[in-house]
């Protein structure tokens, strides 16, 4: 077991940056300058060890590992501490920020600042952190590390001498970073005397051991076997073992203040061990006061998931209880479509997130599902009452409420001057309020908008990549409730309001949505045997209407002796295909069609 | 009980293009043995078929008449006498037009053959072309008229419509040159794109447009009307006919009377059992002539089945089905009428026939 180590001797950090400027590759140097990984083991991206992030290139779980490097004749305990990397997860970045004393902030040297960067850098900055300003990827033909550097160094008002110059791919001058780490990042300084506090700043669920929460210890210390306390939501475990991740799980004897592991806390439910929790001791000796910082999750945007076979209702709701174990942010409640039948209203954290437990509950449970088109929540305010609707089904109608009011984001968006226009054209249409600008360089602006949240959920992200050729790029935080016209669409089928296909819009982008709609649905909907009407509305008002004419023919020309079996197993064959349809009033709609009707362009948010 | 007989000749002068029935064409140096073979195999079958009446023979291919007369009259005169064949039986022989001439046609008259089917297509050129059809339309009136000459008084011609450039007028044309002739029987069939045939391989590559099905319910309404007119009874989907000259075999198909198959890939059925011979006439051959039946598969029809195939094959027909649930929607949508305690398909619903047949089965 290894032995508490002396708070001067120790440095928790993280590496923040930009998608593709090279963290995780940085994190894989680290892992081998310090030998913390036998060379046999190691592979690239070590630490995005979770089979869904991998093959998206992203980090969801924040992890931390535990890495010795001797400097100047001290040998120190380094602790890299892995931020998720997406603004679903703002708030999992914060709390890892806040088990960190330091940041490396990395730049790739061909890119430069991007809007992550500054993103990250203000968070970083909020959470108190010493910035460790670093240039990556020098050796790359197209890199221009003077300009990185100098960028760098003018956003966290430092000289362009302190930024360090590495390529994480070749580990020329990571051996430089460790150790510009331990100079400048401080060490940690908790009283270890004090009643025990450890933060929670990311848990996972095994199946096996239950939730393991990762903890940074702020003050008192954590036995490996202790009956400790989760504070925000009272209960007391017994836990089953503390320990540091080396990187693989290796027990300690205890975890004092400052130093930075796991617990096995034996509980089943992620949600009783939350990310920004506190643990103390259960009994006489516990903490009465928790770390500052804690919130619930929240979720930003909603669905609903049903099962495409109606059927798979129970398995789905099974799916969603195991998969709510290991997923603290997951919201559901059971809903009931007319057009779809049962299924679950979901909450997610923002569109990434869903698409996670949506790939998850395809994959893990072999499920196959309808999610409707998500939305935001809002609120609706008829006297001095609030009322929260995250199912555009539920919006009352107008007249019959004060005013709707919808989420708003502050959006960052870095862009070459040259695409400034198209991109501000792209704000102003999606209902984007100008906040400011700046030029980060004479080539590169930087601009704020305050944007409504359903604006950028769907295909905002690539229209921005799209306008800008792939060289804008965003980052948005949360701002809050503004009031806003909207309206309630509704698509008729045959005079049939589908619930699933309502949405709620902006009112001078009604009638836009509506066209599409029941022009994508005409496209969709077979033929049947009488005119189909496919109308949108607005309370009772028609906006848009196409019709599927009615099907004339469909007959079989020939039957004779030898053509009886196989004609009979074709139209065995359509029975079956007319099964696997929904009905809907007296119009029979593929599944197909709902998957096609609502698809979301999947890189509408992308990873960052 | 009575019973059909279908006789299969897989031999063609050449493929069009949208066939994908059992036919070849060069295959015809095998004439002499698969006639033999045939009457081989109606040897085989005969001591199983005992106490079944034959009220009909149809002989069809293929082209039947790319044989000779002697060989079709001996191949008839063979299955009277192992089989209780009905004096005033149907026998009916498809032929193609650029196959015949007067003499055949007494020839086949003279071997007891009632009734001739010919496969005339279309009078529009153009059409023919594009149905890779390579008789004239002046063909199809010389065969015709030779076969009047010759004597036959019940003789069906066989219609395509909706291939590729045919326009709505063209098979206006079509129609009133049919009715002009003044057949006993004409079948109109959609043009129906096979996936195994050429045609179907060249629509699924992109490389021919599918039949547009709103033109092909025009021109269905057209015939209806047309032919309506000239007094031919709509009696199946694809077949019209003047009063008595229903094709009894045909209808045998439809109200599931047992029908026994000879020839490659034939398909005969018998109670809840249909079975079929193998396909390729080589094999056909060498099974047959080993002195074995030469079937290639069976199914035994489930009882669900048998229901099902009872309402699709029976509804093709103006006879329709026994009214044995609430169809009143339909009866509404004007594509079902009530008759004699049946559901029988409208016009309109014969175009749908397939919506109707899986609404009355769900």
Not at chain 1, 143 to 155: F, G, H, Q, V
Not at chain 1, 247 to 269: C, I, N, Q, R, W
Not at chain 1, 344 to 369: N, P, S, Y
Not at chain 2, 74 to 102: K, Q
Request: glycine share 8%; aromatic share 8%.
């Amino acid at each position: 077991m290894a032995h508490v180590t002396d708070q001067g001797r120790i440095r928790n950090f993280c590496i923040v940056a930009h998608i593709d400027h090279g963290k995780s590759t940085l994190a894989d140097r680290m892992l081998e300058l310090t030998h913390a990984v036998p060379d046999r083991e190691m592979r690239d991206q070590y630490l995005d060890s979770m089979d869904l992030e991998r093959e998206r290139g992203i980090t969801i779980k924040a992890q931390a590992v535990r890495l010795a490097h001797e400097s100047h004749g001290t040998r120190y305990v380094l602790n890299l501490i892995d931020t998720p990397g997406h603004v679903d997860f703002t708030y999992e970045v914060s709390r890892s920020l806040a088990a960190c004393e330091g940041a490396i902030l990395l730049v790739d040297a061909a890119q430069g600042i991007e809007a992550q960067t500054l993103a990250n850098f203000h968070l970083a900055r909020d959470a108190g952190l010493v910035i460790v300003p670093t240039v990556n990827k020098i050796d790359l033909p197209q890199a221009d590390p003077d300009e990185a550097a100098r960028e760098l160094a003018e956003l966290i008002g430092s000289d362009v001498d302190n930024v360090l110059r590495v390529s994480a791919k070749s580990g020329e001058g990571v051996p430089g970073l460790l150790d510009a780490v331990i100079a400048r990042v401080p060490p940690p300084d908790g009283s270890r005397d004090m009643p025990l506090r450890a933060l929670i700043f990311d848990s996972m669920f095994d199946p096996y051991r239950g939730v393991v929460a990762y903890v940074r210890v702020e003050e008192g210390s954590l036995p490996s076997r202790a009956k400790v306390r989760l504070m925000a939501v009272g209960l007391d475990v017994e836990a089953e073992e503390a320990g540091v991740l080396a990187p693989h799980p290796t027990p300690v004897a205890e975890l004092a203040a400052g130093e930075v592991g796991y617990l096995m806390t034996g509980v089943k439910d992620v949600r009783q061990a939350q990310v920004g929790d506190t643990i103390t001791l259960a009994g006489k000796k516990r903490a009465h006061e928790p770390l500052p910082g804690y919130r619930e999750p929240k979720p930003m945007v909603w669905s609903g998931m049903f099962p495409a076979e109606g059927g798979d209702y129970g398995d789905l709701r099974d799916a969603l209880d195991k998969l709510k174990l290991s997923d603290a942010a997951l919201h559901y409640e059971p809903e009931t479509s007319r057009a779809l039948g049962f299924g679950f209203r979901c909450g997610f954290l923002g569109l990434l997130h869903m698409d996670i437990v949506k790939e998850r509950l395809e994959r893990e449970f072999d499920l196959e599902l309808i999610a409707t088109a998500p939305n935001v929540e809002f609120h609706v305010i008829r006297g001095g009452a609030v009322t929260v609707v995250h199912n555009p089904s539920e919006m009352p109608v107008p007249g019959t409420y004060d005013r709707i009011e919808e989420p708003v984001v502050l959006a960052t968006i870095i862009t070459p001057k040259e695409y400034l226009g198209p991109v501000m054209d792209l704000c102003q249409s999606r209902r984007g309020e100008l906040v400011d600008m700046r030029y980060l360089s004479p080539e590169r602006a930087e601009i704020h908008y305050l944007l409504p949240l359903a604006e950028i959920i769907f295909d905002y992200f690539d229209q921005l990549k799209s306008r800008s050729r792939g060289y804008a790029s965003l980052d948005y935080e949360h701002w809050g409730y503004v009031e806003a016209a909207l309206v309630r669409v509704d698509v008729l089928l045959h005079g049939e309001p589908v619930d699933a296909f309502s949405s709620v819009v902006h009112r001078e982008k009604a009638y836009q949505y509506g066209r599409q709609m029941v022009e994508r649905l005409r496209e969709l909907i077979p033929r049947q045997l009488f005119d189909v009407a496919i109308q949108a509305a607005i309370g009772s008002r028609i906006v848009a209407r196409e019709t599927v004419k009615a099907k004339r023919k469909d007959v079989l020309a020939k039957c004779y002796g030898g053509d009886v079996t196989r004609k009979r197993k074709l139209l065995e064959q359509q029975r079956k295909g007319k099964a696997r349809m929904r009905r809907v009033g007296k119009v029979d709609v593929p599944q197909e069609a709902f998957i096609q009707a609502l698809r979301v362009d999947r890189r509408a948010e992308s990873k960052r | 009980m009575t019973a059909g007989m279908y006789v299969h000749v897989p031999f063609c002068l050449t493929r069009c293009g949208y066939c994908d029935f059992n036919a070849y064409a060069g295959l015809g140096h095998l004439a002499g043995r698969y006639v033999d073979a045939l009457r081989h195999e109606a040897e085989l079958w005969a001591p199983s078929w005992t106490g079944e009446r034959f009220v009909s023979i149809f002989v069809g291919g293929g082209t039947p008449t790319t044989l000779d007369a002697s060989a079709l009259s001996g191949l008839l005169d063979a299955i009277r006498s192992r089989f209780e064949v009905a004096p005033d039986a149907e026998v009916t022989v498809e032929a193609n037009p650029d196959t015949v001439d007067e003499a055949k046609h007494t020839a086949l008259l003279a071997s007891g053959v009632t009734r001739l089917s010919m496969g005339a297509q279309s009078f529009d050129p153009t059409v023919l072309v594009s149905l890779e059809r390579v008789h004239s339309p002046e063909s199809v009136r010389r065969a015709y008229s030779a076969a009047r000459a010759a004597g036959f008084s019940n003789v069906n011609l066989d219609l395509i419509y909706g291939a590729n450039g045919e326009t709505l007028e063209s098979w206006r044309r079509t129609l009133e040159e049919t009715i002009s002739l003044g057949p006993e029987h004409i079948s109109a069939y959609a043009l129906t794109i096979e996936p195994t045939a050429p045609l179907g391989r060249k629509v699924a590559a992109g490389l021919a447009p599918p039949p547009d099905p709103d033109l092909q319910a025009d021109m269905f309404e057209l015939a209806c009307e047309l032919l309506g007119a000239a007094g031919y009874a709509h009696y199946e989907v694809s077949n019209w006919a003047r009063a008595g000259f229903e094709c009894l075999h045909n209808l045998g198909y439809w109200q599931r009377r047992p029908y026994l198959g000879l020839g490659a890939g034939a398909h005969s059925f018998r109670g809840e059992r249909r079975w079929w011979n193998v396909r390729p006439p080589d094999r056909y051959l060498a099974e047959v002539e080993a002195g074995r039946l030469p079937v290639g598969g069976e199914e035994r029809l489930t009882p669900d089945q048998e229901r099902f195939e009872q309402v699709f094959l029976r509804l093709r027909t103006f006879r329709g089905v026994p009214t044995t649930r609430d169809a009143a929607e339909l009866v509404e949508a004007g594509l079902l009428v009530r008759s004699n305690g049946h559901l029988v398909p409208t016009e309109r619903g014969m175009l749908v026939l397939n919506e109707l047949v899986l609404a009355l089965t769900a």
